[in-house]
């Protein structure tokens, strides 16, 4: 599945305090649960052709990846990686559930999803809905992504 959204110039609401955007809407493409759904070998390759026909986009900004703190990258994960790797994508790596580990822990779990997938410092932001801690940052790290990419 892959669902698409339009976020307007400004950016979503209640990132206002983020620098506009260069051009018009951007598109935000979702690609949910590509690592843990229950595919078959057709559906795979679908899924698979779908990726490829994304990243060949000339206008592709980036990728925003989300990744929970509390797993370890797949194997799903590292052929992304490897894909997005390839193709030359801009990579912003959200992870997620922040909240869910205490400070050092949370950090040494970032560090190893970091050198696990061979993402720069600057490509990681640390998030949690529940408590919000990230979520700005994130925004911000978005509209810099959008914007690099028109560029």
Known sequence: MLNVYEIPAGGPV????AAPLRTGAYYLLDLPGY???KAGKTER??????LRHILDRGRLAGVVWLLDVRRDPSDDDRAM???LAAHGTRVLA???KRDKLPGGQ?????????AALGLEPEQL???????GEG???LQEAIGALVRAGGA
Request: glycine share 10%; aromatic share 6%.
């Open 14 to 17: 209640g990132a206002q305090h």
């Open 35 to 37: 690592g843990y759904a």
């Open 45 to 50: 390759a679908g899924f698979a052709q779908l």
């Open 81 to 83: 990686q490897d894909r």
């Open 94 to 96: 959200a992870i997620t």
């Open 106 to 114: 949370g950090l040494r779990r970032e560090q190893a999803i970091r």
């Open 125 to 131: 932001v640390a998030t949690s809905a529940r408590t």
């Open 135 to 137: 979520v700005a940052e």
